[in-house]
């Protein structure tokens, strides 16, 4: 199962790909799309759709994964940083993928162990599982954070589903 996670971002949003095959992770590609500020919104929400949808095309990914956004004091940053949340679930969905979400509580404690972790421990943990990645900054190792938080829950999910139709049969 090839999963892409994404942190979404208005200026730089992260993405990072991995493939999972049972408990094995494996780091494919990771990176940050980028937009100018200053530059209108709209250009820049087209800007991420654009690259986004290059990665998707490029990488292939089964299915994705998204951070949710947490609401912070300025309604107009948070409003923004929805409207490109809206990009980051969009284009998978156009590609047809399932596309899951989680709170980034959830996500440092599936990859730390620790719902409240530092950034520094995030990055140690990726770098621990995925040896030898080439990091491309911050917000694509939350990306990779994410899918490695996706893998653990749609491995168990996939296991529950697998006991419970023993039991029914």
């Known amino acids: 199962m090839r999963v892409m996670g994404i942190d979404p971002g208005l200026r730089n949003m992260g993405w990072g790909i991995i493939d999972v095959a049972g408990s094995r992770i494996t780091h494919v ?13 709209a250009t820049r929400l087209l800007s991420l759709y654009d690259q986004m949808t290059e ?11 998204v951070e949710q956004t947490f609401v912070n004091k300025d309604a107009v940053a948070t409003l923004k940083l929805g409207q490109a949340r809206a990009v980051a679930l ?5 590609a047809g993928l399932e596309v ?14 620790v719902g409240h972790a530092a950034k520094q421990q995030v990055e140690h943990m990726i770098k621990l599982q995925l040896p030898g990645a080439q990091l491309a900054g911050a917000d694509a190792v939350d990306a990779l ?24 049969a």
């Open 145 to 168: 954070a994410i899918a490695i938080c996706h893998s653990h829950h749609a491995q168990s999910g996939a296991r529950l589903a697998e006991a419970l139709r023993k039991a029914s």
């Open 55 to 65: 990665v998707v095309g490029q990488y292939a990914p089964d299915c994705a994964a």
């Open 29 to 41: 590609a990771n990176g940050v799309c980028h937009t100018t500020t200053g530059v209108d919104l």
């Open 100 to 113: 899951a979400e989680y709170a980034p509580n959830a996500v440092k404690k599936a990859v730390v162990g």
């Open 90 to 94: 969009l284009v998978p969905a156009i």
